[in-house]
């Protein structure tokens, strides 16, 4: 997939596209339908592009905390929208300057770039400064380009909107089960392995250090079940994992960290890369009265993660 740095005005595109515009923050239900309608009218010479935002518009414009991290990486982003098909990705530089652009403007000088036959955005689109248009603005505006504009319907579960919103809550709450309903995939993050304070594995529980998730949404602290794959020619390998997730009050910890106890492995994987699936919330975390108590409960929780499984203490 072709990606394209965008800061100003897109550059100049000959081939005939079909466009999809938004943020795409971990590629949930709603946008994988999105994608659909753009491969259900696309015609044999045509390609599929994206124009996606670095940042999220209310982190830029008013400083919200809660979307300053994303529940995909740029890298995740791009390697799932190759997945779905996706030709090419504009990457746009997204700043309070560029929010400024009016609707006018956004069709006018940088779609009119683009060589686009259709625009597919979802029903709940707006754009332009102030996010003052929307959808339907957008393809009276694109009707005078002689650009059809498809209006995606919005995804439903359990009578609820499918958004980025409503997946990064439940991320925050621990609903690993319902965030992968949602995403039709379980919540992940990848990073590199780091080297710690080896204090897990002086405790007999050796745990990977995963570092370079800045970028994430942060799980609620806690341990959960889950799946790790090592990234690794020719193929990648899969482990069942026990996940924790938090500060490690226990240990006098102060920072966010998620570390990850692979079950039946022994290796060094330092400065690997690993991606950590979050499968399923199994507890809070807590602060022992000292390490024989925390040892005491990660014992408990490796034989109900392999009752889960059932995987016996000495499977391979």
Not at 1 to 18: C, G, H, S, W
Request: hydrophobic share 35%; glycine share 8%; with cysteine.
């Amino acid at each position: 997939m072709e990606t394209i740095e965008v800061t100003a005005l897109p550059p100049k595109n000959e081939k005939n596209t079909i466009l999809l515009i938004g943020k795409f923050d971990g590629l949930h239900l709603g946008h994988q339908q999105l994608l659909k309608e753009a491969s259900a009218w696309r015609q044999r010479n045509e390609e599929i592009a994206v124009f996606g935002f670095s940042e999220h518009p209310l982190w830029v414009l008013k400083g919200d905390l809660d979307y300053k991290r994303a529940l995909s990486s740029h890298q995740d982003k791009l390697h799932l929208l190759e997945q779905a098909g996706v030709n090419r990705y504009y990457h746009i530089n997204f700043t309070k300057e560029y929010a400024q652009i009016t609707p006018e403007q956004f069709v006018h000088e940088h779609i009119a770039q683009l060589n686009v036959s259709r625009v597919v955005v979802g029903d709940g689109f707006r754009f332009g400064k102030g996010g003052n248009a929307d959808a339907n603005g957008l393809a009276q505006l694109c009707e005078e380009l002689s650009i059809s504009v498809s209006i995606v319907p919005h995804i439903n579960v359990q009578h609820k909107k499918v958004s980025s919103t409503e997946v990064r809550r439940n991320v925050a709450e621990g609903r690993m089960e319902v965030v992968q309903s949602l995403l039709n995939r379980p919540f992940e993050m990848t990073g590199v392995v780091e080297k710690g304070e080896a204090l897990g594995r002086q405790l007999g529980f050796p745990t990977l250090n995963v570092g370079e998730i800045e970028e994430y949404v942060r799980p609620k602290p806690g341990v959960y079940l889950g799946i790790v794959k090592v990234h690794a020619a020719p193929a990648a390998e899969y482990y069942y994992t026990l996940i924790s997730a938090g500060y490690r009050p226990t240990v006098n910890g102060e920072s966010y960290k998620v570390e990850a106890y692979l079950l039946d492995f022994s290796g060094d994987l330092y400065d690997r890369t690993i991606t950590v699936k979050f499968l399923r919330y199994m507890r809070g975390e807590e602060n022992f009265n000292g390490l024989d108590e925390l040892v005491e409960q990660m014992q408990k929780d490796e034989e109900e993660a392999r009752e889960i499984l059932g995987l016996s203490n000495n499977e391979e």
